[in-house]
C-alpha cells in the first residue's frame, strides 16, 4: 500500500508526521511525507489559475497524491480552523484536472494534529473539508501536545484500520 503523509507545518507537527512515517514503514507499508510547507505552493485564487494556468508542481503533487491509496493529514490548529498551507494545497488539488476527485475520492485517511491548544478544532474541520470531498475519514484520530505524547501502540491501530480501508 503506498501511504502519504500531508503535513502543512513544520516544526512539532513535523515531527509528528516522521513518527507515523516510521510506523507506516515499520508496518510494512509504503509511505512518504509530503511537506506543504516545502512545496511552498503559490496562493490559489481564479486570477493566478486564469493569469498562469496550474502549475506544474501542483499536477505533480495530484498525480502523486491520484498514486496514492491512503492519507495521513497532520496540521496545527490555525485559529480554530485548518492551516492555510493544507487550504490552498486542496483548493489546488481541486482544480488540477478533469480527475481531480481521483485525488481524493473513496481514499481512506487519518486525520492527526500536534497542537498547542485543544486542537479538536482543527481535526473536526479537516473530518468536514476531507469528508466532504469525498475521503473517508478513519473514525478514530490522531492529537497530541506538550503533555500528551504520541501513543504509538494506538497509532498503530488507527493505521491499520487505514490499511484495512484501502
Given at each position: 500500500m503506498k501511504i502519504s503523509i500531508l503535513v502543512a507545518s513544520n516544526n512539532h507537527n513535523l515531527k509528528l508526521a516522521?513518527?507515523?512515517?516510521?510506523?507506516?514503514?515499520?508496518?510494512?507499508?509504503?509511505?512518504?511525507?509530503?511537506?506543504?510547507?516545502?512545496?511552498?505552493?503559490?496562493?490559489?485564487?481564479?486570477?493566478?489559475?486564469?493569469?498562469?494556468?496550474?502549475?506544474?508542481?501542483?499536477?505533480?503533487?495530484?498525480?502523486?497524491?491520484?498514486?496514492?491509496?491512503?492519507?495521513?493529514?497532520?496540521?496545527?490548529?490555525?485559529?480554530?480552523?485548518?492551516?492555510?498551507?493544507?487550504n490552498n494545497a486542496i483548493a489546488w488539488l481541486s482544480v488540477s484536472g478533469d480527475d481531480w476527485r481521483g485525488c481524493f475520492n473513496g481514499k481512506p485517511a487519518i486525520i492527526a494534529t500536534y497542537s498547542g491548544g485543544g486542537g479538536q478544532y482543527v481535526l473536526l474541520a479537516m473530518r468536514n473539508q476531507l469528508s466532504y470531498i469525498g475521503m473517508n475519514v478513519i473514525g478514530r484520530q490522531i492529537i497530541t501536545n506538550g503533555n500528551k505524547p504520541l501513543n504509538i501502540d494506538s497509532a498503530k491501530e488507527i493505521v491499520k484500520q487505514l490499511i484495512k480501508f484501502s
Amino acid at each position: 500500500m503506498k501511504i502519504s503523509i500531508l503535513v502543512a507545518s513544520n516544526n512539532h507537527n513535523l515531527k509528528l508526521a516522521q513518527q507515523l512515517h516510521q510506523i507506516v514503514s515499520d508496518m510494512g507499508q509504503n509511505s512518504q511525507i509530503i511537506d506543504l510547507v516545502e512545496e511552498d505552493l503559490p496562493l490559489y485564487t481564479p486570477k493566478f489559475q486564469a493569469e498562469y494556468g496550474i502549475p506544474e508542481k501542483i499536477k505533480l503533487l495530484a498525480k502523486t497524491i491520484i498514486d496514492t491509496e491512503g492519507m495521513i493529514f497532520v496540521a496545527p490548529e490555525y485559529n480554530g480552523s485548518i492551516p492555510p498551507t493544507l487550504n490552498n494545497a486542496i483548493a489546488w488539488l481541486s482544480v488540477s484536472g478533469d480527475d481531480w476527485r481521483g485525488c481524493f475520492n473513496g481514499k481512506p485517511a487519518i486525520i492527526a494534529t500536534y497542537s498547542g491548544g485543544g486542537g479538536q478544532y482543527v481535526l473536526l474541520a479537516m473530518r468536514n473539508q476531507l469528508s466532504y470531498i469525498g475521503m473517508n475519514v478513519i473514525g478514530r484520530q490522531i492529537i497530541t501536545n506538550g503533555n500528551k505524547p504520541l501513543n504509538i501502540d494506538s497509532a498503530k491501530e488507527i493505521v491499520k484500520q487505514l490499511i484495512k480501508f484501502s
